[in-house]
């Protein structure tokens, strides 16, 4: 299997640089690595190219959800919902290990006007409940063989002891719905890992700055600038056939370079979370909708990890770059959690919160966010790049498909599209894999809880973080006292999944920058250490490092 590491990203940008790629793809996001992977098992030569570290943006802030999108029902986003029901069974069926079920409970309250953004607020609340019966109903229905389960009601008693959070008065009756859960991060890593298996070549924190063209005028190059920590801001040109620019919020900039005027028309709208103790809310393991909020959105509240997720917000702009949540979106989650709850909330108990922006597509005659259209769009401009922006998480497998036909169109191919049924890293023999996992992680001395942990983050691939500890046991350390990552996943992510930073590994191969209650600002110093012994840092670097990352943790703790 060819690793991702330091060398290997240098000697891939290289190759890029001398033979060239069939497709190249900007952006290292969810969107860009599924078109990655489809492109290459049709058999493109492949190559993609991320300005930061992959999942940096959007893909690392979502509320971790594989799921339909239930709230777009009522907007009669019906295309949308089904198509995200048939990817949702897929994913759980390609990457077990990475998305699993996850139970969400709907509460009704006799205050309950418009649960879940339903259109209609029917007198005195009469017939609610038939409403969203036939809603859910529906939804089971657009899923169609990749149902995860089917609906159904919930006495008060029953709401209550699935969800001893919420408070019990006024409470009628309640729904009990499936979705999907993941971690978007691992789940971008696991989908560049299945593309370099099949001879991807990728690489991070490498920018592209503008594009060459041929005679007539079409891109044939894209100028790169690498941007890692040694990198030395060394350019280089990549010529490619096809050029994808799969780049989010950011995909107008990159039109733009092009010389041709963006068509994509992007409003970016934030989404903020809160991260919690579960103990602190009395959270179950079944995840809670709030029905409704002031201004006619929805708040999920679920269970991820050692923690509890509560979001999202939907708001203007900002930042790009730097999303973070600010004093009015903590309010925001705060007000309407605590008139769910039983337990109030303070902002003392804040783990901590994050926020990303979501590439929302406006509609013709639209202004508000909430009215943007969450579909995706793929448009070609006249010099030949394709860019595509918009969808959610769960449809990204879709969204490069449809892309990936574009170009075997433009090239007058017809590859059929393998990814719907191909497995992810890491799900090989899943879950027989899973039962030798967990039983050698005993027997190397590693709690049932960090065995859980790896085989969740890493799937089959987790026997290459325990021969790690096999080899030196202080690798089995825990890298924070309450979580059950442990040190050898440093060393994993920089021999195996190219981290060059310690916010590369902090934050998102280990996701301790939201998890942990310092945001792994202790593990730091462990982790610049192991990654300097490996990409031959010296004492500055490693201090340079270190105090990086403490100044991105902070965002963590913006608004809070």
Same mark, same amino acid.
């Given at each position: ?13 290289e190759a890029m640089e001398r033979e060239g790629v069939d497709v190249l793809v900007i952006g290292g996001g969810i969107t860009g690595a599924g078109i990655a992977l489809d492109a290459v098992t049709r058999g493109y030569r ?74 209609? =607020? ?86 592209? @700055? ?29 010529? =490619? ?7 989010? @919020?950011?995909?107008?900039? &990159? ?19 809160? &991260? ?53 979106? @903590? ?47 793929? @448009? ?67 709690? =049932? ?27 089995? =350390? ?83």
């Amino acid at each position: 299997m060819q690793a991702m590491t330091a060398e290997q990203r240098l000697a891939d940008l290289e190759a890029m640089e001398r033979e060239g790629v069939d497709v190249l793809v900007i952006g290292g996001g969810i969107t860009g690595a599924g078109i990655a992977l489809d492109a290459v098992t049709r058999g493109y030569r492949v190559g993609l190219v991320e300005k930061n570290d992959f999942a940096s943006g959007t893909s690392s802030w979502s509320t971790k959800l594989v799921h339909g999108g239930i709230r777009y029902l009522p907007q009669g986003d019906v295309p949308l919902v089904h198509e995200a029901l048939v990817e949702r069974g897929r994913l759980l069926k390609n990457a077990p290990h990475l998305v699993h079920p996850l139970e969400f409970v709907l509460p009704l309250y006799s205050t309950s006007r418009q649960p879940v953004g339903l259109p209609i =607020a029917p007198p005195g609340g009469l017939g609610l409940g038939m409403l969203l019966d036939l809603g859910l109903s529906m939804y089971d229905l657009l899923a169609g063989s990749q149902n995860v389960e089917r609906h159904h009601r919930l006495s008060r008693e029953e709401v209550l002891q699935r969800a001893p959070c919420l408070r019990p008065d006024d409470l009628t009756q309640g729904f009990l719905y499936a979705d999907g859960q993941t971690d978007d991060t691992r789940l971008v890593i696991a989908i560049l890992r299945s593309a370099v298996m099949v001879g991807a070549r990728l690489a991070n924190y490498a920018q592209v @700055v503008g594009f060459e063209r041929d005679a007539d005028g079409q891109l044939s190059a894209a100028q790169v600038q690498l941007t890692g920590p040694q990198d030395g801001g060394r350019e280089m040109i990549i010529p =490619a056939r096809h050029i994808v620019n799969a780049t989010g @919020v950011f995909a107008e900039t &990159v039109e733009a370079l092009s010389g041709e005027t963006p068509q994509l028309d992007i409003q970016p709208s934030k989404g903020v979370h809160l &991260v919690l103790r579960r103990e602190d809310l009395a959270m179950g393991d079944d995840a809670v909708v709030l029905p409704e909020t002031d201004d006619g959105r929805i708040i999920f509240l679920v269970p991820w990890r050692s923690r509890v997720l509560v979001g999202t917000t939907d708001t203007g702009s900002g930042d790009l770059d730097h999303p973070r949540a600010d004093a009015a979106d @903590v309010d925001y989650l705060l007000s309407h959690l605590n008139r769910s709850v039983t337990r109030p909330v303070t902002r003392e108990q804040i783990v901590s919160t994050y926020a990303g922006y979501r590439p929302l597509l406006r509609l013709r005659h639209s202004r508000t966010p909430a009215r943007l259209s969450r579909s995706h769009a793929i @448009v070609e401009n006249a010099a030949g790049l394709i860019s595509i922006s918009g969808g959610k998480l769960t449809t990204y497998r879709s969204m490069a498909q449809e892309v990936v036909d574009r170009i075997d169109e433009r090239a007058g191919r017809h590859t059929p599209c393998a990814t719907e049924e191909w497995p992810l890293a890491g799900a090989e023999d899943w879950p027989a894999a899973e039962e030798a996992l967990r039983a050698r992680a005993g027997q190397l001395g590693l709690s =049932a809880a960090t065995a859980a942990h790896l085989a969740g983050s890493y799937g089959a691939l987790a026997h290459a973080v325990l021969d790690l500890v096999a080899a030196d046991s202080s690798l089995a =350390a825990p890298l924070a006292p309450d979580l059950p990552a442990i040190r050898a996943e440093v060393d994993y992510a920089v021999l195996a999944e190219l981290a060059l930073t310690v916010t590369d590994v902090l934050e998102r191969r280990l996701r301790l920058g939201i998890e942990a209650v310092d945001h792994g600002i202790s593990a730091a110093p462990y982790v610049a250490e192991r990654l300097g012994r490996h990409l031959g840092w010296d004492a500055a670097m490693r201090e340079a490092q270190i105090a990086a990352y403490a100044h991105y943790a902070a965002m963590h703790d913006a608004g809070k």
